[in-house]
């Protein structure tokens, strides 16, 4: 039988962070990590570098999470408490440590003579007394392992940088041994254009265990992140059955993504929409451009967010007049005043111009109104043709949408749409 997964507590300490001054980063970077280990993350939470609040969260935290891990506060001012607050908590005394006051000491006489070395700067070797002392690659201030009634308490210091190349060198091996790590297998799929309720609903049909497999989704505009999280070794195999039963059910209208949060070199695994559309271009060799009115170039912007994109983007024109839709893309000046810029026509003579003028083999062509004014009851605030052009028998193909929500959030979700036609006929 195995054991339920380990629980972590995540305290992020530093005034700079409660007030909103800096983002933090080091609880998203711990909780990605342990969690990809096989670590359940109860908490990560941001507190001021106040000493008796510290205590009382550090102390909360070990009585209720077998892993507890601290960042920040263990620099040479005033206000880094880190070390005092857990030699309190421990009820042990601050020592400096050897090996790290040498390694301080040499760093500093490259800069000064000893005289001149600010008292102050000692603080950052201090430790607490038995503890197990982490060099710092990096920088300077050590970090630490304690243990107390079963709990382990990891310390490190706030640099990002430094956290991060500490807690991957020294302190997740550590972990993985003491406490024989089953790492999950995590699964996540995207689902474009459907709202929560739709994918849902679908999910619920499929009669999947949620006993046995952990699901979540998360929205953003125009997208939704799937997951499938199986923590146990003997459901791993059931996450194949899972895979199988979503990929059946919404056929194209999913994109499964690759397994895991962090990649081969420990980095999280980029799942953006515009991502995944880049790796398909790339493997596809095909030469793409857009032709945009209300998205204004953010299609093009999507199709050149990633490096290497060289290989299948040409280019673009933001056709926003409609003396540059016929000048320059060659729409007719009779559609036009037929149907309207906003209109399916407009929109497929659009693609047929970018194809023209870039000899692209795939173009994108958008038009519509992205409010918040311009709207008729015929033609409404959010309504966007979005259209493929294809060569190679030359095809057409045009989707008529009618967005919510903002300015932005129209441009934004014509874009993904946009990006998403594209995709799909990729095969
Ligand atoms: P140092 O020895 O450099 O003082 P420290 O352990 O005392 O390190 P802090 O003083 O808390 O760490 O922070 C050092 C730097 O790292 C500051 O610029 C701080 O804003 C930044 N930092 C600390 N914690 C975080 C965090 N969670 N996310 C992003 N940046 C952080
Ligand atoms: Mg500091």
């Not at 210091?157 to 430094?162: A, D, H």
């Not at 799929?189 to 989704?217: N, T």
């Not at 993504?257 to 271009?281: K, R």
């Amino acid at each position: 039988v195995t054991e339920e997964a380990p629980r972590a507590i995540i305290l992020a300490t530093g005034s700079e962070l409660t007030r909103g001054e800096t983002r933090d980063l080091n609880g998203s970077f711990l909780a990605a990590e342990l969690s990809s280990a096989g670590i359940r993350v109860d908490e990560v939470s941001l507190v001021p570098d106040d000493p008796g609040l510290l205590l009382r969260r550090l102390e909360r935290a070990l009585a209720s999470a077998g892993v507890v891990v601290f960042s920040g506060g263990l620099g040479p001012t005033a206000d880094d408490h880190t070390v005092a607050v857990i030699a309190e908590a421990f009820g042990r005394s601050v020592v400096r440590h050897a090996e790290a006051e040498r390694r301080m000491r040499e760093r500093a006489l490259r800069r000064m003579r000893e005289d001149q070395i600010p008292p102050n700067y000692w603080k950052q070797s201090e430790v607490v007394e038995g503890a197990e002392v982490i060099l710092n690659p990096v920088g300077l201030a050590p970090g630490m392992l304690l243990e107390r009634g079963g709990s382990i308490l990891v310390v490190l210091p706030g640099v990002p940088r430094e956290l991060q190349a500490m807690f991957r060198g020294l302190v997740l091996p550590a972990l993985r041994e003491r406490l024989r790590l089953e790492p999950p297998r995590i699964l996540r799929a995207k689902v474009l254009g459907h709202g929560e309720s739709w994918a849902e609903a679908k999910i619920q049909k499929l009669g999947i265990d949620f006993e046995r497999i952990e699901y979540g989704i998360s929205a953003k505009p125009g997208e939704l992140l799937v997951k499938f999280i199986s923590h146990r070794a003997e459901t791993h195999g059931y996450l194949d059955e899972v895979k199988a039963r979503i990929a059946e059910e919404f056929g194209k209208e999913i994109i499964v993504l690759p397994e895991g949060l962090l990649d081969g070199a420990g980095a999280p695994i980029e799942v953006e929409h515009s991502f995944v559309v880049h790796q398909a271009l790339l493997a596809a060799g095909l030469r793409v451009a857009t032709a945009e009115s209300c998205t204004g170039g953010l299609v093009a912007k999507a199709l050149t967010d990633h490096g290497g994109s060289s290989a299948y983007f040409v280019g673009s024109v933001v056709a926003y007049a409609n003396e540059v839709k016929t000048r320059v893309l060659g729409v007719r000046e009779e559609t036009l005043a037929a149907q309207g810029a906003v209109s399916e026509e407009v929109c497929r003579e659009m693609a047929l111009g970018a194809l023209n003028l870039f000899s692209a083999d795939r173009a994108l062509a958008v038009t519509g109104i992205a409010g918040p004014d311009g709207g008729t009851p015929e033609k409404p605030v959010g309504l966007v043709y979005v259209g493929l052009g294809a060569r190679g028998g030359l095809r057409f193909e045009v989707e008529r949408n009618v967005f919510w929500g903002n300015r932005e959030n129209v441009r934004q979700l014509a874009t993904v749409r946009a990006l998403e036609m594209l995709r799909r006929s990729l095969g």
